[in-house]
């Protein structure tokens, strides 16, 4: 079955400096994978999506993220953090036992603090 | 386009009472997704529509939970008899496609739901 880890619940950076947050993923085939942020009172955002196209992925509001099949991992970052980036960010592998049901599987969720 | 709609943004309950939520999606999008989210949490999926017909449903959807898509465009996720473990965020999805690599969800602000 597919799954995602996201490996930190917590993460706190000061304004300008990078942001990296963490996803493994377990798949048994070439997993689609997605990073959806999720505001305060918003709904859920998504920041980018791997489709097997390139293994860098970019986003909007400058976020990207890296595909690595031998790490199994999809790590997301951004070269300077905005206290607007502070929020709540979503790993997520697209489920079915080939992927091409359309259910998404969420991690469990990294908040990302920005300090002034 | 005004994106995914849904009503009641808020709703609280009394256990045992019956609940409904609808989902207006983005038009022309032929699928459309339901999604539970409890505090602290990622979201779980919990069914999905291709036009009217029901292709999926996750065993977290009990018999007292019941989701329809009449016309193929908005839906409703009808609670029965609400218990206080049902206290979430309800969250509803659509997109275009038939599940490819290129397919991507839109998600709709959520319904709170609050059972006492």
């Known amino acids: 079955a597919q799954s995602v880890t996201q490996l930190d619940s917590h993460v706190s950076v000061s304004e300008g400096t990078p942001v990296l947050l963490r996803c493994n993923y377990s798949?048994?085939?070439?997993?689609?994978l997605f990073w959806y942020v999720q505001h305060p009172n918003k709904g859920l955002q998504l920041l980018l999506k791997?489709?097997?196209?390139?293994?860098l992925v970019k986003g909007i509001n400058g976020f990207e993220a890296e595909f690595k099949k031998s790490e199994t991992s999809f790590h997301l970052t951004k070269p300077s953090a905005h206290m607007s980036d502070a929020a709540e960010y979503f790993c997520?592998?697209?489920?079915?036992?080939?992927?091409?049901?359309?259910?998404?599987?969420f991690g469990q969720g990294t908040t990302l603090q920005v300090k002034p | 386009d005004t994106g995914v709609s849904q009503n009641p943004r808020h709703k609280i309950t009394k256990r045992g009472q019956n609940v409904t939520f609808r989902c207006d999606p983005i038009?022309?999008?032929?699928?459309l997704y339901w999604y539970r989210q409890t505090l602290g949490q990622g979201p779980e999926f919990l069914t999905y529509?291709?036009?009217?017909?029901?292709?999926?449903k996750s065993r977290l959807l009990s018999d007292r939970f019941s989701a329809e898509r009449p016309k193929g465009s908005f839906s409703t996720l009808e609670i029965q008899r609400t218990e206080q473990g049902d206290s979430a965020m309800y969250l509803c999805?659509?997109?275009f496609g038939s599940g490819g690599y290129q397919e991507t969800q839109y998600f709709g602000p959520g319904t709170r739901l609050l059972v006492l």
């Open positions: 999805a659509s997109s």
């Open positions: 798949s048994s085939y070439s997993p689609s």
């Open positions: 791997y489709t097997s196209a390139a293994t």
């Open positions: 997520v592998v697209r489920g079915g036992s080939s992927g091409n049901t359309g259910k998404l599987i």
């Open positions: 038009s022309e999008h032929n699928r």
């Open positions: 529509f291709q036009n009217e017909a029901q292709l999926e």
